[in-house]
């Protein structure tokens, strides 16, 4: 039996990393994260890369996931699935083989959201944390990309603040 591929979506510094760590504990499952694994493999700053890099990454983590949830290991994917065309997108490549998901909306106050990018950048420069760096211009323009799923989407609202 094929185990469900369980979605995170949020703005960054919602909680999704820390979240996906206490679910997969809970449900014994694997996570998948995508900043891991660009951040282990490439220099933070891709420049026009970038795109393509996530692209590859994304579809190399989607089959890794089929792959895991095929043998009954449940996986979490800890991606932003900013858009509602993004998480479409999982939902159907996992139901093109039968593969269960379920949607989380990790949602933070602004205030403490903003609070947690200063946390993270801090610790990033200290070597503390292994993250991205979000500047205000990037927060912002990452901000206004994102899309809060619709009640149709049927996500799991997870409060973070």
Known sequence: MKAAVHLLCGKVCSG??????SLAAELGAITLSMDELMLSLFDERLGANHDLVAARSK????????RLSALGLPVVLDFGLWTRADRQEARDYFAR??????????YADEAVRKAR???RNQRV???LD???T????MDLAFSARFEPPAPEENALLVRTD
Request: glycine share 2%; net charge positive; proline share 3%.
């Open 16 to 21: 999704k990393s820390h979240y996906a760590k």
């Open 59 to 66: 579809a190399y983590l989607f089959r890794l996931a089929a």
């Open 97 to 106: 083989l039968s593969i269960p998901t379920k949607l989380y909306y990790l």
């Open 117 to 119: 990018v200063l946390q």
């Open 125 to 127: 420069r200290q070597g």
């Open 130 to 132: 292994q993250s991205y």
């Open 134 to 137: 979000i500047d205000e211009d």
